[in-house]
């Protein structure tokens, strides 16, 4: 981009919307000391942010104990920056984002074929565009999804839990929007860059997405690793027993997430006559873990093999990307709450000496709501800043 006094308002403009939502709530005199811009230069851009609909002016706040009070200044929410499809083995969620980084799950729907898949989609596009505050020219369409995703052209290349392959997303949406995907698990580490301290503050970070399957999103010096063909860090299909009969979807045999994802302690459970309350995996899973806690000898011998082969997946990710954080998130969001003790016990006993020295393990911190949703709902954010025109 030529510099030039229009190229350098834009740039100003794209700075002040990423300290927004990057921040939230913020005066005009923070926006100058965070920014480093002349206090003239931010009301001029402020007045024009306001004027096109991206920012609004909210109550006086006291700035300081002498100073006069000030307005605050927040991310419009009339229109929405993102619809996100969150897709998942049994159902996909829906979901809408806004400049904020908040998000709202609208509908759930069972998962099924791809046709039947797409097909859902294109009603709920309808539907949305009918009810929500869907702005053409400012909201994306995201696609989360267990596998290996071209982001650069919204492209499944392989989904093995789902058996998709090779699916262009942009020929089969019927959307005037622009349209994105992603893996579930880069989206989930992009979402935690953007609202943890810890994340944001290290260079680099493991999130481990544990559902039906199992996938990894890993930061390196704060960018997203995706590999050549777009698989970095498909820690699900590492072998963990070689010699194992156990087919995984993608063809091969002895994969950890045959061994480690939720679908194991839950079958085994039921294996023996007793149902577990809930619909999905998911719920399943989480009143296995209830039912744990409260002393079930029999909960308990189901979570054994689970815990030993999530344990041997870490081991593998501290040996193999050293990060200084490691989130567990996906379908259920307390695993390390529940079994970090025993989890931290057996990595320490194996990995290579040092490597765990400081490093960080918890739970994601997205309790309640889906990691992937606001990640798919942050790729749109960045997108509508990137693609500003000078106003």
């Not at 935690?192 to 810890?198: M, Q, T, Y």
């Not at 308990?300 to 999530?310: G, S």
């Not at 889906?370 to 709902?377: D, E, I, P």
Request: some cysteine; overall charge positive.
């Amino acid at each position: 981009m030529k510099i030039n006094s229009q190229s350098m308002k834009l740039l100003n403009e794209r700075l002040i919307l990423k300290t927004l939502v990057e921040k939230g709530f913020l005066t005009r005199i923070e926006l100058s000391r965070m920014t480093g811009l002349t206090p003239s230069t931010i009301g001029r851009i402020i007045y024009d942010l306001v004027r096109i609909g991206f920012v609004e002016e909210g109550d006086q706040v006291q700035t300081s104990p002498l100073g006069r009070k000030a307005t605050s200044l927040f991310l419009t929410k009339k229109f929405c920056s993102s619809i996100v499809f969150n897709v998942g083995v049994e159902q996909t969620e829906v979901a809408i984002g806004y400049l904020d980084k908040s998000t709202k799950k609208l509908y759930k729907f069972s998962t099924g074929t791809l046709s039947n898949f797409i097909e859902h989609v294109n009603d709920f596009l309808e539907l949305i565009g009918k009810e929500q505050p869907i702005d053409p020219k400012r909201t994306s369409v995201v696609f989360a999804f267990p596998g290996i995703v071209d982001p650069q052209k919204a492209e499944i290349i392989y989904a093995p839990n789902l058996n998709w392959k090779n699916v262009k997303l942009r020929d089969l949406i019927h959307s005037q929007q622009p349209i994105f995907a992603d893996n579930e698990a880069n989206l989930s580490i992009l979402a935690e860059s953007a609202v943890s301290k810890d994340v944001k503050e290290s260079e680099n970070a493991f999130f481990l997405y544990v559902s039906q399957g199992i996938g990894g999103g890993v930061t390196i010096n704060h960018q997203i690793l995706r590999g050549e063909r777009f698989a970095g860090a498909e820690v699900g299909h590492t072998v963990v027993e070689a010699r194992s009969d156990v087919r995984c979807h993608c063809g091969n045999y002895g994969c950890l997430e045959r061994f480690a994802s939720l679908f194991l302690p839950v079958a085994e459970y039921e294996m023996n006559g007793k149902k577990l309350s809930g619909e999905t995996l998911a719920e399943k899973f989480n009143s296995l873990i209830r039912i744990n806690n409260l002393g079930d000898q029999m909960a308990r011998k189901a979570l054994k093999n689970f815990l030993y082969y999530l344990s041997i997946g870490i081991i593998n990710i501290v040996n193999t990307f050293n990060p200084k954080i490691i989130i567990i998130g996906g379908d259920s969001d307390s695993i390390w709450k529940n079994f970090g003790k025993e989890l931290h016990e057996r990595v320490s006993e194996r990995v290579m000496p040092k490597t765990l020295d400081g490093v960080i393990f918890r739970d994601t911190v997205f309790s309640g709501r889906n990691a992937s949703v606001v990640g798919g709902n942050i790729m749109a954010i960045e997108h509508t800043i990137e693609t500003l025109k000078v106003s």
